[in-house]
């Protein structure tokens, strides 16, 4: 569950103050899936960056399950990170590495074998079985996101957010992904943030919400 009371953001430059995040307020039931849109600018990866504990919110509160970010210093902070699951726009591969071992990153060489089913369930619906031995040039755009998708939801997150992911996608490789990662989110009850441009893709989510002047319009 995620609760985000009164939040505001903001930057500076000298002496200037430019409002980003204006007394924002949110609520999210477990298992939720929210989209974000709104014009460069608007605030909506401030936002992504305050709930993934990488940015300080300049005042209000940020509660997942009860525990409140503004309260957490940073040794707690990146033990709450590690239990995000994060994707990107770029994909942050590692290009030495092959996509079993990209997917498996996080784990080093403790990945437990109590988590081998959870793995081949993961790349079994993302169509990566034929994929695990290539690197990350030899595979298309779209598995490559796909590979983001798996490491992210590989730790059994609560929370998934997601910065653009199909921003370098096609269309029909957009609605691929997305239809992909919110169903997976969906059957393993796991929110999801994901800020996006096209209103196309917001069919696939329960809420969406408009960011405009540092609010919700």
Known sequence: MIEVSNLSFSRYQGDREFPILRG??????QGEQLALLGDSGSGKTTLLHILAGLLPADAGAVAIDDTDLTQLDDTELAIYR?????????YQLLDCLTVKQNILFQFQLNFPKQEASEFTALVAALGLENKLDAMPHQISGGEQQRVGIARALLNKPKLVLADEP?????????HQVVKLLTALCRERNINLVMVTHSQQLTDYFDRVEVL??????
Do not use: E, M, P, V
């Open 212 to 217: 405009s002047n540092g609010q919700f319009a």
């Open 82 to 90: 590690r239990q995000l699951g994060l994707i990107f726009q770029h």
């Open 24 to 29: 924002l307020n949110l609520s999210l039931t």
């Open 166 to 174: 199909t921003g370098n996608l096609d269309q029909t490789r957009s």
